[in-house]
């Protein structure tokens, strides 16, 4: 068993920055894939960003150039730096992990840009 808990959401304006962290229960050095995805009202969950165990890493295209995903092994962590924010990027993010074959979701944390 997985427990993920999302941190760093938020309010932002337009063009700011937040930076979103996941913290996992157990070390993540074994972990195959983390990963943050997003959903906004009345939309799909979508994947924003994954990061591998060997340290790759894919993104959205409405994220490339913008966001940077980052894990922390000996932390437990994975991050989310996110730049350059735009009001379609609000919506609640989950952080998410695969661990022997199971997906693990956490409970999501709300980013909101306006001005």
């Known amino acids: 068993q997985v427990q993920l808990v999302e941190s760093g959401g938020g309010l932002v304006q337009p063009g700011g920055s937040l930076k979103l962290s996941c913290a996992a229960s157990k070390s993540i050095f074994s972990f195959n894939a983390m990963g943050w995805y997003r959903q906004a009202p009345g939309k799909e969950r979508e994947l924003v960003a994954v990061?591998?165990?060997?340290?790759?890493?894919n993104y959205a295209d409405s994220v490339k150039g913008r966001f940077t995903i980052s894990r922390d092994n000996a932390k437990k962590r994975v991050y989310l730096q996110m730049n350059s924010l735009k009001p379609e990027d609000a919506a609640v993010y989950y952080c998410?992990?695969?661990?022997?074959?199971?997906?693990?979701w956490g409970q999501g944390t709300q980013v909101t840009v306006s001005s």
């Open positions: 990061i591998t165990s060997g340290g790759s890493t």
């Open positions: 998410n992990a695969d661990y022997r074959y199971i997906s693990y």
